[in-house]
Nanobody, 124 residues
């Protein structure tokens, strides 16, 4: 069983930056494809970004391309989400997700393990 803990959320003004971290334990991190999702109040959970286990190839939602960057450090069992040029519409709870092997994908149903989430609030 893989456990994940997100950190780095908080309150930031529009145009600012935050870096989210997700520390994983209980599994073989280098074999995990990792993803970030978010859910705003009253909305469905949506894909943000993902990074594959082997090649490190990345995938991002159109809404965050050019602003958010996903990366991983296998030595630290951690995946990051660097968020720049934040907008009020980025306000949401951000969740880390993982699955063994497989390509980075958009669908939340593709991921087997989830963190508890971290709140990101962007003020205008």
């Amino acid at each position: 069983q893989v456990q994940m803990v997100e950190s780095g959320g908080g309150l930031v003004q529009a145009g600012g930056s935050l870096r989210l971290s997700c520390a994983a334990s209980g599994g073989t991190f280098s074999s995990l494809t990792m993803g970030w999702f978010r859910q705003a109040p009253g909305k469905e959970r949506e894909f943000v970004a993902a990074i594959s286990w082997r090649s490190g190839s990345t995938l991002s939602a159109d809404s965050v391309k050019g602003r958010f960057t996903i990366s991983r450090d296998n030595a630290k069992n951690t995946v990051y989400l660097q968020m720049n040029s934040l907008k009020p519409e980025d306000t949401a709870v951000y969740y880390c997700a993982a699955k063994y092997f497989g390509r980075a994908g958009f669908g939340s149903n593709d991921y087997d393990f989830w963190g508890q989430g971290t709140q990101v609030t962007v003020s205008s």
